[in-house]
C-alpha cells in the first residue's frame, strides 16, 4: 500500500448560515453539499455559494449525470437540480447509519459509517447488490476512472483511501493533517477530490495522485 500526506490544495468557507458540511457531490460545474437542512451549489471557480435547494440533507450525495441523490435519515431521495421537486425515495441499506453516497456503474454506493462497509444498491429499489467491508469508519465515497476512493475519520485522524472493490484491501492512502476530517467525498474526475470538511463548514479540495503508469 502507498499512503503519503494529502494535499490539500484549496479551502471553501465557512459559510454563512452552515454550522457543519456533509455529503458532497460534482456536476461537471457546481460542488453540492449537503448542510442538514439544505442542498448548496458552490461554485469552485468562485468558492461562491450561488444557490441552495430547502430539502433534508443530513449525509451523501451523489450526482447521476441528470439528478441528485440525497441521504435523509433512513432514506435516498431522487432530486431534480432546476427546481428542487423529489422525484423518487427509496430506503437506504443502513436505516440511519448511512453516510457517503456515489453513482457509477448505474447503481448507487453508499457508504457505511459505523458499520465499516460499502454498498452498491440499486437505484430503482434499493437492493443491496453488493457489500465491500473496511476496517475504518467510512465516510465519502467516489468512483473515478474505474478506482473506489473513500474517506475515513475516526477521533481526530482521517484519511481519503483508494480500495479493491472486490476484496475491500487498502491500495492507496492520503492522510489527512490531525484534526482534519473528511466527512463527505467526490472526484471532479481529474485531480481533485472535493471534501467535506465535517464541523469545520468548509469544503476542501485535495490533489488526486496521478495513476501509475
Known sequence: MR???????????????????????FDGKMVWFATGDRLNALDPESGQAVRAIDVTADAGTAFDGEHLYQIAGSVIRKIDPGTGQILATIPAPGNGGDSGLAWAEGTLWVGQHRGRRIYQISPETGEVL??????RFVTGVTWVEGELWHGTWQGSQSD????????????????????TGVSGLES?????FFCGGGDSGKVRAVRRPRRQA
Open 3 to 25: 499512503h503519503k500526506p494529502a494535499e490539500i490544495v484549496r479551502e471553501y468557507g465557512p459559510f454563512p448560515g452552515v454550522d457543519s458540511v456533509h455529503g458532497v457531490s
Open 130 to 135: 453488493r457489500t465491500i467491508e473496511s476496517d
Open 160 to 179: 481519503i483511501r483508494r480500495i479493491d472493490p472486490q476484496t475491500g484491501d487498502v491500495l492507496e492512502r492520503l492522510d489527512m493533517p490531525a484534526g
Open 188 to 192: 471532479d474526475g481529474g485531480e481533485r
